[in-house]
């Protein structure tokens, strides 16, 4: 399932009978493609054991608040972090009411009133349980709040009794949790994205290329997709598999992405130009290869042609939206390249710095658009992704309702 693909699911285990269905839930979350980490409530491993999530998920499972492997570095707070999503399931109706009322006196409501991340619970406890007065008041303040409340279901319960309280089966609840990654932000646009290096061979084994592996690229076009665009892209040589629902159209070179993209601009909405493509070519290439003799080669260089410029020179120009990657005076070069080329926005990053920049799974994107700028701070840059889009959904629809008004 396309919306969880390297999701981050912080998923919590409360103590009731159905917590046997959590270990079946971790396994489809994870082929599913998220990252699951297990926060387990004391009484929840008096119905399964840590060692059976631990085995499911691949990481060791949490249940101290005060957990001297790691509270030095405040591991609780790290875990809020790292979540993208935190769903508890099941959620009885004791936790209901400690996390309604704001008690952090576990590990796990600690983490639910930390986070930053939606917040999920599916309720599971007996019908009589469910429909007392307390518990509904409860579930109705915490969605007022904004957590989302999934299910709970209705039929035979452990107990014998008939009617609601039962947790939602593990493949509703995979749905539901991939259907908080779906803004519709960009619901019925045509978005195009262009992602990777570009080769320009110098003979038939050498080539001028860079260190961009398009990960930040893909990610963006996994995030468009997920907030209901239709999306193409349009990708340099990398080895990444395109997201799902993705339409992808391979190149190598410079020119040939510059034809991919001024063939489709024109129907899109939005462009996203988020590849690296190489400023120069070799003017000449060898029909052999060079051989190594010891004696100095120069090399003539000629200049690719402008995407960006091409793409905002059309008459019905897309949303154009720009990358820049930088060495140094990042503020002042972006803003310059979005001038020069026209842009709407552009999204400006460091390169040749620790922790961000080609190839890694990380960054930090500063970006740029006519009277206004934000940064969004160093993260993974499949979170950074969405919040670009986001971001472009944003300015996209304020200049649309401009125009139109």
């Not at 915490?142 to 957590?147: M, P, S």
């Not at 893909?218 to 990398?238: D, K, N």
């Not at 658009?369 to 992704?385: C, F, Q």
Request: glycine fraction near 8%.
């Amino acid at each position: 399932m396309q919306a969880l693909t390297n999701k981050r699911v912080l998923m919590g285990v409360s103590g009731g009978i159905a917590a046997y269905k959590s270990a079946d839930l971790v396994r489809r979350l994870r082929e599913a493609g998220a990252e699951v980490r297990v926060v387990m409530t004391e009484s929840a491993t008096q119905f399964i054991t840590p060692l059976t999530l631990q085995a499911l998920s691949g990481h060791r499972v949490h249940r101290h608040l005060l957990d001297p492997d790691s509270e030095a570095a405040m591991g609780h707070i790290d875990l809020a972090r790292w979540a993208d999503v935190v769903l508890v399931a099941p959620a009885t109706a004791n936790f209901m009411a400690r996390l309604a009322h704001g008690m952090a006196d576990d590990l796990l409501t600690t983490l639910c009133l930390a986070s930053a991340a939606p917040v999920a619970l599916a309720p599971a406890m007996n019908q009589q349980m469910w429909t007392n007065p307390a518990t509904r008041a409860n579930a109705a303040l915490l969605a007022q709040r904004g957590v989302h409340l999934f299910g709970p279901g209705d039929g035979s319960q452990a107990c014998g009794e008939v009617g609601p309280g039962r947790m939602l089966e593990p493949v509703q609840l995979i749905a539901l949790t991939a259907g908080l990654f779906a803004t519709g932000r960009l619901a019925g646009l045509n978005v195009l994205v262009t992602a990777g290096p570009t080769r320009e061979e110098i003979d038939p084994v050498r080539c001028l290329t860079n260190y961009s592996s398009g990960k930040m690229g893909y990610a963006v076009a996994a995030a468009a997709a997920e907030a209901g665009a239709v999306v193409t892209l349009i990708s340099g040589p990398v080895a990444l598999a395109a997201p799902e629902t993705v339409r992808r159209i391979d190149v190598r070179t410079a020119r040939e992405m510059h034809d991919a993209v001024t063939g489709l601009a024109s129907d899109q909405d939005i462009v996203i130009a988020a590849a690296a493509v190489a400023d120069y070519r070799p003017r000449a290439r060898a029909a052999h290869k060079v051989k190594k003799g010891g004696q100095v080669v120069t090399l003539e260089l000629e200049p690719t042609d402008d995407i960006l410029a091409s793409v905002t020179a059309l008459k019905q120009r897309p949303f154009t939206v720009g990358f820049a990657a930088e060495t140094e005076d990042l503020e002042r070069n972006a803003r310059h390249k979005r001038m020069a080329k026209s842009l709407d926005m552009i999204a400006a990053n460091w390169v040749g710095r620790e922790g961000g920049g080609f190839d890694s799974d990380e960054n930090e994107l500063t970006v740029f658009w006519e009277g206004g700028r934000k940064l969004l701070p160093h993260d993974t840059k499949d979170r950074l992704a969405r919040e670009l889009i986001d971001l472009i959904a944003e300015r996209y629809h304020a200049k649309n309702t401009t125009q139109n008004s």
